[in-house]
């Protein structure tokens, strides 16, 4: 290789470097990575949330505090030059359609100038957002206005898209915004080719059929892969982590006792349906479907349709986590209310990685072109 050749090659490895603002446990972090990226530097404000970022990974370089409390230019200075991709999947409470929305009044819906600020100072090549679908219709859109003019100041060309995490191979109607931002005058377009479907069963039915209460932090698999979705995430992990059913009350485990495969709480007694501001309260998970949108709460029947097909609890941190498409090696650390955090707040990194390959294919025709100028 000679050495106009050698400079190209490493370049463009250069060009892989990546900053995850926001990271959660990092979902979108780890579709980065599938996708051959690397995390230079990631930050999260909570500490439990960080940590476990960090022992998913080897030599993590987390900044854990609040960003809107950062001197952004002390802090990502170093890094002027040394990342291409600046992601990261804000907090969406202020979009959230559960809830009061204040939309404009909520400070939490401006997040994103911070996010502008380090973009604005690193100026990458390309930057994507992940947010609720809200994000892009809020206030007649006047939070996708702001942000396109915000970035088109700094020279970014700016498509924005609902993606659906079903239709990329994962077992989940998640729908989310992604804002994907290339400098210069052309845009990329968030266009995918999507995947076959993936059900629940192709998901978990190779783990341990628990009953409540059961299951340990470790365990060894009880028997093979089911499915080529179960052999994916499993990899060659020979561990089972983060597999414990909820202790349920007797309460709780009457009612299910109650509903059958393909049934919700249309089948219960007057005396057991209770108020609940969930949609699929009570009501068990269709093996051969999709999952709803995995949120923070799944451990418990009444928020939401988490209960396991046929067996009378919710569905694990684990079983959680395969419908997210998380890998098995990936280990979810802390109580069970964080570990549910982590799991329900982050981006299913194999979207995350189709949303990556797309920038890397990109990435890669431009410095193609740029060498044979």
Wanted: proline fraction near 5%; charge should be neutral; hydrophobic fraction near 40%.
């Amino acid at each position: 290789m000679g050495n106009n050749e050698a400079e190209w090659s490493i370049n463009l490895q250069m060009t892989r470097n990546v900053i995850d603002l926001f990271a959660g446990v990092g979902g979108l972090s780890l579709g980065f990575e599938m996708a051959g990226f690397n995390v230079v530097l990631a930050n999260e404000y909570e500490p439990s949330i960080a940590e476990a970022y960090v022992k998913n990974r080897d030599n993590a370089n987390m900044i854990v505090a609040d960003i809107t409390k950062l001197p952004i230019e002390k802090t990502f200075a170093p890094y002027i030059g040394q990342a291409s991709a600046i992601i990261g999947g804000l907090p969406c409470q202020g979009f959230s359609q559960k809830g009061q929305r204040n939309s404009i009044d909520d400070e939490r819906n401006f997040l994103f100038r911070y996010f502008y600020q380090v973009v604005a100072l690193v100026e990458p090549d390309y930057f994507l957002m992940e947010n609720v679908p809200n994000l892009l219709t809020a206030e007649k859109g006047y939070f996708r206005e702001e942000i396109r003019k915000a970035f088109g100041k700094l020279g970014y060309s700016i498509s924005a898209d609902v993606l659906n995490a079903s239709g990329f191979g994962v077992p989940q109607n998640r729908k989310r915004a992604f804002v994907l931002g290339k400098k210069g005058e052309k845009a990329l377009a968030l266009s995918l080719p999507s995947k076959d479907t993936v059900t629940i069963w192709d998901a978990i039915s190779d783990l341990a059929y628990l009953e409540s209460g059961e299951g340990a932090e470790e365990q060894p698999y009880k028997g093979a892969p089911q499915s080529a979705y179960q052999k994916l995430l499993r990899g060659d992990q020979k561990i089972l982590y983060n597999h414990v059913s909820t202790k349920h009350a007797p309460i709780a485990m009457e009612r299910m006792r109650m509903i059958p495969p393909g049934s919700g709480k249309e089948v219960l007694p007057r005396e057991h349906l209770t108020k609940s501001i969930y949609s699929g309260t009570w009501t068990r998970m269709g093996k051969d479907d999709i999952s709803v949108t995995i949120t923070t709460r799944f451990d418990t029947p009444s928020s939401g349709k988490f209960t396991h097909p046929f067996l009378h609890r919710a569905i694990t941190v684990r079983e959680a986590a395969r419908i997210q498409s998380f890998p098995d090696n990936f280990r979810f650390y802390g109580n069970k209310c964080s570990q549910m955090k982590q799991v329900g707040n982050a981006v299913p990194p194999l979207l995350a990685k189709a949303v990556a390959e797309l920038i890397l294919f990109d990435m890669q025709n431009e410095s193609v072109q740029e060498r044979y100028v």
